[in-house]
Nanobody, 120 residues
Framework: VQLQASGGGLVQAGGSLRLSCVAS????????MGWFRQAPGKEREFVVS????????SYADSVRGRFTISRDNARNTVYLQMNSLKPEDTAVYYC??????????????WGQGTQVTVSS
């Protein structure tokens, strides 16, 4: 399974970005997915997870109400819409498969990460 994350960049505080994660695997529609992030000097932290069908989602308190996860199983893609970005959102963002949960240790597959930098 290969996961390819993209969409990161530099944005001012209050701005928006949309991240994408494409899974190059048959059967993607059966995999729950998650987004995590890691800032310099910090541990990787949970951002959001989505169930196989997209019917269930779980958000970290720090992003709830600002970030939205969605998926298009026909395109093998998961999206993370990030609005009202804050400098503390600056991190490398990783997509992961194939579990639904907050603990990064339970996920079996990881993308390469995409850098998000929010300037104040």
């Amino acid at each position: 399974v290969q996961l390819q994350a993209s969409g990161g960049g530099l944005v001012q505080a209050g701005g928006s970005l949309r991240l994408s994660c494409v899974a190059s695997v048959r059967g993607f529609s059966t995999a729950a997915m998650g987004w995590f992030r890691q800032a310099p000097g910090k541990e990787r932290e949970f951002v959001v997870s989505i169930s196989r069908t997209g019917g269930s989602t779980s958000y970290a308190d720090s992003v709830r109400g600002r970030f939205t996860i969605s998926r298009d199983n026909a395109r093998n893609t998961v999206y993370l819409q990030m609005n009202s970005l804050k400098p503390e959102d600056t991190a490398v963002y990783y997509c992961a498969a194939d579990k639904y949960g907050t603990d990064p240790k339970i996920y079996d597959y990881w993308g390469q990460g995409t850098q998000v930098t929010v300037s104040s």
